[in-house]
Nanobody
Framework: QVQLVESGGGLVQPGGSLRLSCAAS????????MSWYRQAPGNERELVAR????????DYGDSVKGRFTISRDNAKNTVYLRMNSLKPEDTAVYYC?????????WGQGTQVTVSS
C-alpha cells in the first residue's frame, strides 16, 4: 500500500532554513509526480511545490517562489523541500502528496513553526 512519511519539521527563527523529507513506498516512485502542500490553522490546504517524475519540471506556489526548492532522489524514493528565508506566515503543517491511480495519498504531515 502507498505510504508517505514526512520528516524534518520543527521550530525555526524568521530568516532561517529547514529541509523536509518525504519517504515513499508502495508504488513505483520514479514514475510519479510528487507534491508538497501545507495547511495553516483556519486555512485551506494549499499547493507549495510540485515536481515531475524525472525532476525535469518544478512548479511553486506564488508565496514560496524564490525561497523554496523541491527536489527528489528516485534511488532513495524520497522527495525533499528545501525552505530558505522562512517567514512567520510559512507556519503550517506540511504534507507530502501523490496522485496514485485516481486517489490522492497524503502523509501524516510535519509541523513547521517560524517564530522568534
Amino acid at each position: 500500500q502507498v505510504q508517505l512519511v514526512e520528516s524534518g519539521g520543527g521550530l525555526v527563527q524568521p530568516g532561517g532554513s529547514l529541509r523536509l523529507s518525504c519517504a515513499a513506498s508502495g508504488f513505483t516512485f520514479s514514475t510519479y509526480a510528487m507534491s508538497w502542500y501545507r495547511q495553516a490553522p483556519g486555512n485551506e490546504r494549499e499547493l507549495v511545490a510540485r515536481i515531475t517524475s524525472t525532476g525535469g519540471i518544478k512548479d511553486y506556489g506564488d508565496s514560496v517562489k524564490g525561497r523554496f526548492t523541491i527536489s527528489r532522489d528516485n534511488a532513495k524514493n524520497t522527495v525533499y523541500l528545501r525552505m530558505n528565508s522562512l517567514k512567520p506566515e510559512d507556519t503550517a503543517v506540511y504534507y507530502c502528496n501523490v496522485l496514485y491511480g485516481y486517489t490522492n495519498y497524503w502523509g501524516q504531515g510535519t509541523q513547521v513553526t517560524v517564530s522568534s
